[in-house]
């Protein structure tokens, strides 16, 4: 079975930085795209940032120049760094994995990890 696992989440001040880590593990062969959502407390869910297996990224306009994804194929890890914080960034933020293929040739259209709690505030 396909796990996610979050960790980094916080209380920082504005202006400050924090780094999310997440690594997917169950057998995994390959993933097609791994990224960040987030969800602040009356919102919907958005996404904040990710990156397919090949690199290419994508960010909402509100963290471009502040926060960076990064992933590890060989790992299955992904990572956020995010700098500048603001207290609008404050949110349960989640990891996903999308187009996962098991060693067992399994396919899984996404997964979720459970998700870590960002606070930003002075």
């Known amino acids: 079975q396909v796990q996610l696992v979050e960790s980094g989440g916080g209380l920082v001040q504005p202006g400050g930085s924090l780094r999310l880590s997440c690594a997917a593990s169950?057998?995994?062969?390959?993933?097609?795209?791994m990224g960040w959502y987030r969800q602040a407390p009356g919102k919907q869910r958005e996404l904040v940032a990710d990156?397919?297996?090949?690199?290419?990224?994508n960010y909402a306009d509100s963290v471009k120049g502040r926060f960076t994804i990064s992933r590890d194929n060989a790992k299955n890890t992904v990572h956020l760094q995010m700098d500048s914080l603001k207290p609008e960034d404050t949110a349960v933020y989640s990891c996903?994995?999308?187009?996962?293929?098991?060693?067992?040739?399994?396919?899984?259209?996404?997964?979720w990890g459970q998700g870590t709690l960002v606070t930003v505030s002075s």
């Open positions: 169950g057998g995994i062969f390959s993933i097609n795209v």
């Open positions: 990156m397919s297996r090949r690199g290419y990224t």
């Open positions: 996903n994995a999308a187009g996962i293929i098991t060693t067992m040739s399994r396919e899984y259209r996404d997964a």
